[in-house]
């Protein structure tokens, strides 16, 4: 037998290509994908057609333009798309930094499809869901002793949607202090996340963004400049998505607090703090959790997640009801707080969400979220120092150790080869990676931004950093490469500018589609 | 140190943590905390339940889930925002494959099909509501809900909205929050005999500063408003915008509300594929006709499709990136983030396989059943089985004033006989006195119907 050679760095990976049409495409007219439950004879006996009953004004005159397809064929072309889509399970996900990309324990998605959890209607009885209440209560209980937090609440599914129940509190509670006129401005800083200046926009707040000083670290002395009897709240992440932690939080959080305002926490980057520091201490009044993130959820598409929202006591009566309370061995939803902001989703939130973190947590123990955070930080200090050493590649601000992330930035490379971190963005799906540019506005030029959590061996850490080891030297002696890549993916490149960003060409939809291209034949 | 390496966290391995270190030039990890002020560190464990092993795991978790009684245990005619249908196997098995639960936020070109799907889901929602524009789907019905009435605020620049008084109760209080303070609302009164919106009130509340009128059809009380196009007309008179939310499953047999004069159409996917979850379900839609003004305000993702620069592919992508807050902070319209679409996935998934006939199939057996509900509630002395007079869909009112029992008792007795009684409506809708919202679908067969209805007769009768 000959011995099969197989030194090569980096992965000769061929994405999936089935060249699928769109479903509407596979329309044949009299093919069925599935047999309803019938109505029962006795039933249509009774009743007759049942939509007879329908206004006629309010009756649908023909049917959808929906296509007919049979099950099979329904079935190959969506998970034909499944295999043109590379999931975390598939790629060593570091690439997408300030999302927490993680392993997604197996058992946990068996668990959450056990139909005691997934056939109950948020309205039973309490009676009859003790198990369910049980599970939002013991992951509350868990949840403050991580944060420190008194109370939380599961309802909120996103970040985005915690940020924004976060920034509705502020509002009430300035409200019921008789200050919700004067007090209309939200500080946050340049490297939280964009949803905490949008999120605290559209509950009216006038947004004062802090920029970092020479170090990276958000300016105390801006702070105190910007603070004032109109500073309604702080939110800020930490650390940021720099992966710099502010070591003068507790500076912050009393200064706000002096000048009256209310500081909430985004800890979507908190991989790297489970077990070793704590929003309670740094003075926070609120924080949140992404349950996707931090606690192993799948991040699904993007969703349905969770954003578990924590306050502390004083703010316990502001939060979205219901909330989960539990006396004499018996757990019980609690509607009525006083100054609740109302709802921020429908019923619970999502319940799944809540069983898969609380099932993670206690895989872990208290032991196991320290080694989560560990790890993480160990993994990302290991590739800090291996990515320094890629020829164009550095990272602005403080040198030194950064905790579960960092922002890398390719300006170098860029200015001696041209290569820009959109193209490298592209060339790495060719060895089935997923890597993005980091969130706009770009202060840190030509930024990507890494964070490989606890989830990968150094292996895996060492085969991102062949990519982009390999990528630089692409660049740099011959960066067409590069620059027409992708080569191996589904599909080639788009004109994003032409097709998307003009009301003449952009189709969402197929209908729209066709009605263009018959009207203005802009694709042959 | 011997440590246990846990099976989820491979570099737990020590002499690989040493290995690490020693190119980090570190002693130790915790020394790579050193950012992190001494007095904000932690001292010792926090004080959490012990780890299980997956064995141990699965049978605490399952002991704790046993707890529960599930809707496939007791009969449910529980609605009002969250409902029990059939789901195809397909659904299921596409929404937990490990490419769909896994993926993020991949690139068109390694997430091609994640982007098609979407796409997909958007076009065979389109079909539905027969409009052109459907986003990526939001949180649920209520966000979608306050989504479309803020564009409306957006579209008009004015600041007044109109909802109906018949609007659950439920997205009102996310509604309102979310346009607070930037928003004023008020509420248009009904017809108590038949839901019917109160076109006088309309009227008068009608002035020229209104930017929307929202309300559902079919509605949170399950009666079919008819009024569409007189409503349509009276809003054309101040050119204020017309937001109806609508459950989709009734889209087969019922008008979309896009053909009596609807701009901005909302709803929650969950009918279309998605298990209750305990409310886990919900996913919210909006869909609009394809005017720039009203594309530019929407604050979600559009996937687009696009050639590519080889012939005979197709590519996707965001349609008018820079109008979200991804790329404009606060500048952008609301803020985007995480939402629900592997649910859009699911509900496009479930869109195909039901086709046009099987939308127009699983509608029609739905009004029969909910139909012979109401029938057979009615024959039982002092119950009265639609308490509105008005055609409805999937759910009624049944009124339980004369029979001398509150719906708490009522329902209470029913989970002793292993059902679950309609939505107590006394608090949310005092006006019906003792009145429950009765959800009836095409998962319910007669002997389902008859079961109940004896049931209600035997607990009546003691």
């Given amino acids: ?524 | 140190m011997s440590q246990k390496v846990h099976p989820y966290i491979p570099n737990m391995v020590p002499e690989v943590q040493t290995e690490m270190l020693k190119v980090i030039g570190a002693e130790s990890i915790m020394e790579l905390f050193s950012g992190i002020p001494e007095e904000l560190q932690l001292k010792g464990d926090l004080k959490l339940p012990p780890a299980l092993t997956e064995y141990e795991l699965r049978r605490h978790i399952e002991g704790i889930l046993n707890k529960n009684t599930s809707t496939k245990e007791y009969l449910n005619f529980l609605g009002a925002g969250c409902w029990q249908h059939f789901i195809p196997a397909v659904c299921d098995e596409i929404n937990q494959r490990s490419e769909f639960l896994t993926a993020y936020a991949g690139e068109p070109y390694e997430d091609h099909g994640r982007f098609q799907a979407l796409y997909e889901y958007q076009s065979l929602l389109a079909e539905l509501v027969d409009m052109d524009v459907v986003n990526v789907p939001t949180f649920d019905w209520g966000q979608a809900a306050a989504t479309s009435i803020r564009m409306a605020a957006r579209i008009t620049g004015r600041k007044k909205v109109l909802l109906a008084k018949t609007v659950a109760p439920e997205r009102i209080k996310i509604i309102i929050n979310y346009g607070s303070p930037e928003l004023e609302f008020e509420f248009v009164q009904f017809d108590t005999k038949s839901g019917a919106m109160d076109l006088e009130d309309l009227k008068e509340k009608l002035t020229e500063d209104v930017a929307a009128l929202y309300f559902e059809n079919p509605s949170y009380l399950g009666f079919i408003e008819a009024q569409g196009t007189e409503i349509s007309n009276l809003l054309k008179e101040t050119e204020t915008l017309m937001v109806v939310g609508v459950d989709p499953i009734s889209l087969g047999v019922l008008a979309p509300p896009s053909h009596y004069g609807a701009d901005i159409v909302c709803g929650d996917l969950q009918p279309l594929g998605m298990h209750m979850n305990y409310s886990g379900g919900q996913a919210g839609f909006i869909a609009s006709h394809n005017e720039v003004k009203v594309v530019s305000e929407y604050p979600s993702r559009l996937f687009g499709i696009v050639p590519t620069v080889k012939e005979g592919e197709y590519g996707f992508g965001d349609v008018a990136y820079e109008r979200t807050s991804f790329a404009q902070r606060e500048n952008g319209k609301e803020s985007v983030g995480t939402q629900t679409a592997l649910w859009g996935i699911t509900a496009g998934v479930y869109l195909a396989l039901l086709g046009p006939n099987g939308m127009q199939e699983v509608g029609q057996t739905i009004m029969q059943n909910s139909q012979y509900a109401a029938q057979e509630l009615n024959k039982i002395a002092a119950v009265t089985g639609s308490r509105l007079h008005s055609s409805f869909f999937k759910e009624f009112i049944v009124d339980f004033n004369q029979t001398g029992y509150s719906v708490e008792q009522i329902n209470h007795r029913l989970i002793e006989k292993k059902i679950f009684g309609g939505k107590d409506l006394s608090l949310e809708f005092p006006e019906f006195g003792q009145s429950a919202l009765f959800c009836v679908t095409e998962v319910h067969t007669k002997e389902d119907i008859d079961h109940l209805v004896q049931a209600i007769k035997d607990i009546l009768a003691k």
């Fill in chain 1, 1 to 524: 037998m000959k011995r099969i050679q197989r030194t090569s760095k980096t992965r000769d990976f061929h994405q999936a290509k089935w060249n699928e049409p769109i479903i509407f495409e596979l329309h044949q007219p009299g093919e069925k994908g599935v047999e309803l439950p019938p109505v029962n004879d006795g039933i249509a006996s009774a009743v007759g057609d049942g939509t007879s009953a329908i206004p006629a004004a309010m009756r649908r005159k023909s049917k959808p333009n929906l296509p007919e397809i049979g099950q099979a064929r329904v079935l190959r072309h969506y998970l034909r798309l499944s295999q043109e889509t590379l999931g975390s399970d598939f790629n060593v996900e570091i690439g997408q930094g300030t999302c927490t990309m993680k392993y997604i324990p197996r058992i946990n998605e068996l668990l959450i499809r056990d139909p005691k959890m997934m056939e109950l209607h948020p309205l039973q009885n309490e009676e009859t869901v003790q198990g369910m209440l049980e599970i939002f209560y013991k992951l509350d209980l868990c949840m403050r002793e991580i944060s420190g937090m008194d109370y939380f609440s599961f309802q909120p599914s996103s970040g985005t949607q915690a940020l924004f129940a976060m920034a509705s509190i502020v509002r009430k509670y300035h409200e019921q202090k008789g200050e919700g006129d004067q007090r209309d401005e939200i500080i946050t800083t340049i490297f939280s996340h964009p949803s905490q200046a949008a999120t605290a926009a559209v509950k009216g707040y006038k947004i004062i963004t802090l920029h970092p000083d020479e170090n990276g670290f958000p300016d105390i002395e801006k702070l105190k400049a910007a603070v004032s009897e109109r500073t309604a709240g702080f939110v800020v992440a930490n650390p940021e998505d720099t992966g710099i932690f502010n070591p003068k939080i507790k500076e912050f959080t009393d200064i706000v607090h002096q000048a009256g305002g209310l500081c909430f926490y985004d800890q979507a980057n908190a991989n790297g703090l489970l077990g070793i520091t704590r929003a309670k201490e740094a003075g926070f009044d609120m924080c949140f959790f992404n349950l996707h993130k931090t606690f192993a959820a799948p991040h699904m598409c993007g969703g349905p997640a969770t954003g578990a929202l924590g306050v502390t006591a004083a703010l316990k009566e502001y939060l979205p009801a219901p909330i989960v309370e539990y006396h004499e061995g018996k757990y019980s939803l609690q509607h009525d707080l006083e100054h609740s902001i109302g709802k921020v989703r429908s019923f619970h939130g999502v319940a799944q969400t809540v069983l898969r973190a609380y099932a993670w947590i206690r895989a872990l123990g208290a032991g196991g979220l320290k080694e989560v955070a560990k790890t993480a930080v160990l993994n990302n200090n290991y590739m800090y120092h291996k990515v320094l050493a890629i020829r164009g590649a550095g990272a602005p601000y403080v040198k030194g150790h950064r905790l579960e992330q960092v922002r890398y930035s390719w300006e170098q490379l860029t200015k001696e080869t041209g290569v820009t971190t959109e193209d490298i963005q592209l060339r790495m799906t060719d060895f089935g990676l997923h890597y993005w540019t980091s969130h706009h506005p770009y202060i840190v030029k030509q930024p990507f931004t890494l964070e490989p959590t606890e989830s990968y061996s150094k292996e895996d850490l060492d085969e991102y950093i062949n990519a982009l080891e390999q990528i630089s030297n692409e660049a740099y002696e011959n960066p067409e490469i590069v620059k027409s890549a992708p080569h191996n993916s589904t599909i080639h490149k788009i004109d994003e500018q032409d097709y998307l960003d003009n009301p003449e060409k952009w189709c969402i939809t197929w209908r729209t589609y066709v009605k263009k291209t018959e009207a203005y034949n802009l694709v042959k």
